[in-house]
C-alpha cells in the first residue's frame, strides 16, 4: 500500500512570499487532515476534510493560510503571506472514516521563512 | 475537548534499561488513545492504539502501554531499550464520536546511551 505522498519535502521563503504543498493521500482514505508542528512541539491541527468538505478549521489561521481538497482526493496548502512564525513541519495525513484505525502521517514538508 | 500532557520533555535511559514515558489525558468519557514515534526528518508512525477491550495493548518494536481510567493514564513501557529507539515520542487522544480528530501532547525525545 502506497503511503501518504507529500511535495516538496523542504522550502525556504522570504516573509511575505506565498507559498503551497501538496498531498496526496492513501487510496479510499476519506479523511484528510493538515497539521502544522513547530520545533520543539506536538503537531496541531489546521484543518480536517471528510472527502471534500471542511470538518474542522478552527485553528487554521483564515487570513493567510487556505486549503483545498479537489475531488475528494488530493489536497493542497497554501499560505499567502508567509510570516517568520509560519517556520515549521506541515505534516499531511488520512485515514478511514474510524479514527480508532490511526493515522497514516506523510513525511512533511519543512518550511523556512526568512 | 480531550487534551494530553506528556510527563517530561526528554528522557534518558541506558541501552538494556527499562523505558517509562508518562501520558496523562483529560476527557470527560473514555476517549481513544494512541502513542506515536517520529524519528529525524520523518512523519509520525503509529506504534500503538487503545480503543477498546483490553487495558494492556502491545505494539511494534516492543512497546506496550496499559490504559489505567482511574488514574486517567496511558504510560508507555519497553522492557529493554535499544540504540534504535532514540526518537522523539507523541502521545494523542480522540473523542470516540463527532468529529474525530487526534490532539497531541508536547512530546518527549527519548535518548539512548550506550
Known amino acids: 500500500e502506497a503511503g501518504v505522498a507529500q511535495s516538496p519535502r523542504y522550502k525556504i521563503i522570504e516573509k511575505r512570499q506565498s507559498v503551497a504543498f501538496w498531498c496526496n493521500p492513501i487510496?479510499?482514505?476519506?479523511?484528510l487532515y493538515w497539521y502544522q508542528q513547530i520545533l520543539g512541539q506536538g503537531p496541531k491541527l489546521l484543518i480536517q476534510f471528510q472527502n471534500n468538505g471542511v470538518v474542522d478549521d478552527s485553528q487554521l489561521p483564515k487570513d493567510r493560510f487556505s486549503a483545498e481538497r479537489l475531488k475528494g482526493v488530493d489536497s493542497t496548502l497554501k499560505i499567502q503571506p508567509a510570516k517568520l512564525e509560519d517556520s515549521a513541519v506541515y505534516l499531511c495525513?488520512?485515514?478511514?472514516?474510524?479514527?480508532?484505525?490511526?493515522?497514516?502521517f506523510g513525511s512533511g514538508t519543512r518550511l523556512t521563512v526568512v | 475537548a480531550q487534551s494530553v500532557t506528556q510527563l517530561g520533555s526528554h528522557v534518558s535511559v541506558s541501552e538494556g534499561a527499562l523505558v517509562l514515558l508518562r501520558c496523562n489525558y483529560s476527557s470527560s468519557v473514555p476517549p481513544y488513545l494512541f502513542w506515536y514515534v517520529q524519528y529525524p526528518n520523518q512523519g509520525l508512525q503509529l506504534l500503538l492504539k487503545?480503543?477498546?477491550?483490553?487495558?494492556l495493548v502491545k505494539g511494534i518494536n516492543g512497546f506496550e502501554a496499559e490504559f489505567k481510567k482511574s488514574e486517567t493514564s496511558f504510560h508507555l513501557t519497553k522492557p529493554s531499550a535499544h540504540m534504535s529507539d532514540a526518537a522523539e515520542y507523541f502521545c494523542?487522544?480522540?473523542?470516540?464520536?463527532?468529529?474525530?480528530?487526534?490532539?497531541f501532547g508536547q512530546g518527549t525525545r527519548l535518548t539512548i546511551n550506550p
Open positions: 487510496s479510499g482514505h476519506a479523511t
Open positions: 495525513a488520512s485515514s478511514l472514516d474510524f479514527v480508532g484505525d490511526g493515522y497514516t
Open positions: 494523542a487522544v480522540s473523542g470516540r464520536q463527532g468529529a474525530q480528530k487526534l490532539v
Open positions: 487503545y480503543t477498546t477491550g483490553a487495558t
